[in-house]
Nanobody, 124 residues
Framework: QVRLVESGGGLVQAGGSLRLSCQAS????????MGWFRQAPGKGRELVSV???????YYVDSVKGRFTISRDKLKNTVDLQMNSLKPEDTAVYYC??????????????????WGKGTLVTVSS
């Protein structure tokens, strides 16, 4: 049974940092098959960061230069280092994993598996 468990969320002041981690179990995913998504209050879920099908790092424009994704394939984890956090980063952050790459040729793919999410709250 595949499980994705996120950790590292919390309350932080604007300008602060948090590091999210996602532990996968039940199977090993390709590097391009794991990524981070978020859902802010009243909004839909959006892709935040993944490794694309060629191994490059992809970030949504609003987090470029502030967030960094990393992957430890041996540990089967994917982390998201979030710096210079802003109130608009407040959201539930989800780890997603897919049977294939989550971003191919500029197109996002829907994960097959989801974690339960971890709440990140950034105060102003």
């Amino acid at each position: 049974q595949v499980r994705l468990v996120e950790s590292g969320g919390g309350l932080v002041q604007a300008g602060g940092s948090l590091r999210l981690s996602c532990q996968a179990s039940g199977r090993t995913f390709a590097t391009s098959g794991m990524g981070w998504f978020r859902q802010a209050p009243g909004k839909g879920r959006e892709l935040v960061s993944v490794f694309d099908w060629l191994g490059g790092e992809y970030y949504v424009d609003s987090v470029k230069g502030r967030f960094t994704i990393s992957r430890d394939k041996l540990k089967n984890t994917v982390d998201l280092q979030m710096n210079s956090l802003k109130p608009e980063d407040t959201a539930v952050y989800y780890c997603g994993a897919g049977n294939g790459a989550l971003r191919v040729d500029g197109r996002n793919k829907e994960p097959n598996y989801w974690g339960k999410g971890t709440l990140v709250t950034v105060s102003s």
